[in-house]
């Protein structure tokens, strides 16, 4: 009880130190960028594994070069072949990205890498960035899908992505689809919404050299909107029912990696911490 009360008295003491500089804002203090991709030409595939324009990481394409069946009877294996292209024809979508998508060896049918038989979270990208010197990490990223595309995609990220089964943790609930259109943004937007997450909070994501994550397709479960009892085991299709099994694709824009500022309350706090220890020592002297 002692330390507690102890504890209670410093946070009462320091409501001069937070009166002082509340007039700081913390829209001040700015993310740091770790490592970023921003796409900004169009590059022909096939582009399986873009450079980062800022730090260091790896992109990889996952799923994408399979033998499942397809729905036009193709049965050639599909080989993985992403390019970096403007998705749609809104005129929003002027945005380069990295289009996600297989290449069908038998020509004239379809299959474009994506596919029903591919199990959960097996298809998609994968981003491998080292956090090491760096914590309190914030990922965001513009990801647009195709009408035809599949509608469900979950965030996961790994601590140890060099084991051989590493280790995937999903974040949140999965995301749904804007059909033709970038997650988030209204059919009548001009604009281009960023999805964000926030994994400060997440022990061991902060200077890992072995940190990686993951946006992938999942199948709807019972609480999604677009959940059906009559596709199930199917993926969902952006434009509504499920997925067709021989078109649509997803993009990824300005995939960035950050050392975002710290909470402005933790940072208030460790300011009058400090300035309560200068003044005791100075008593003490």
Known sequence: MVRKNRRLLHLASAGAVFGMISAISPSAAKATIITQW????????????????????????????????????????????????????????????????????????????????????????????????????????????????????????????????????????????????????????????TNSFDLTGIAGVGNDPNFAFEMVSVQPISTDTNYSTTTLGDYASAGGGNYNNSSGNWSFGNVTVSEVPEPASASLLSLAGLTLLRRRQGKRA
């Open 38 to 193: 921003s796409f900004t030409a169009k590059v022909t595939g096939p582009d399986n594994s873009p450079s980062p324009t800022t730090g260091t990481g790896t992109a990889i394409s996952l799923g994408m070069t399979n033998s499942y069946s397809y729905a036009g009877g193709e049965t050639s294996p599909t080989t993985t072949n992403d390019d970096i292209t403007q998705p749609g024809s809104k005129s929003q979508l002027q945005d380069y990205t990295w289009r996600i998508r297989g290449f069908d060896n038998a020509s004239g049918q379809p299959g474009n890498g994506w596919n029903n038989s591919a199990p959960n979270y097996t298809q998609g990208a994968e981003f491998e960035v080292p956090t090491t010197g760096y914590n309190n990490i914030g990922i965001s990223f513009d990801w647009y899908c195709t009408t035809q595309g599949v509608a469900n995609m979950q965030f996961l990220y790994t601590l140890d992505d060099t084991q051989a089964t590493p280790t995937w943790v999903p974040v949140g609930s999965d995301l749904i689809a804007t059909a033709n259109n970038f997650y988030g943004a209204p059919a009548s937007s001009s604009t281009t919404p």
